[in-house]
């Protein structure tokens, strides 16, 4: 949207400013009198084109926003419907576990010596010096 403002805005001085060449230049005797105007003249149509790709881009965003704020209000609705469902559908059950669907495939030990110096400290036994 920036964007189109400010080729728009471009077009438009760059417009008026071939124009202004144009009529100095008729005024004053320039060797490029009817170059000058006939590229103003373009300017003008280029400028007044950007004005409507502006125009354009603003109702697009316009549309675009409504059409976010109508998905949300329905996104939100489906969530508020959805909610009250799953608050007066859901029961607490109680499940009790039994021994015969408990299985254990492994029962390991693991032992790590270590040993004490004289201070107190524990050393790992694996690294200490043989």
């Known amino acids: 949207m920036q964007q189109q403002q400010a080729q728009a805005q471009q077009a438009g001085l760059q417009a008026a400013m071939s124009v202004g060449v144009g009529v100095l230049g008729a005024l004053f005797g320039g060797g490029r009198k009817t170059t000058a105007l006939r590229s103003g003249v373009s300017g003008v149509g280029r400028s007044m084109r950007e004005g409507q790709d502006v125009q354009a881009a603003q109702t697009e965003l316009a549309q675009v926003a409504a059409q976010l704020q109508e998905l949300q209000a329905q996104v939100q609705a ?37 040993t004490r110096a004289a201070s107190g400290l524990l050393t790992p036994a694996w690294d200490a010096p043989t």
């Open 78 to 114: 489906e969530v508020d419907a959805l909610t009250l469902t799953a608050s007066s559908d859901l029961v607490q059950v109680d499940v009790k576990a039994k021994s015969t669907d408990v299985t254990v495939p492994l029962v390991a030990l693991a032992w790590l010596p270590y």
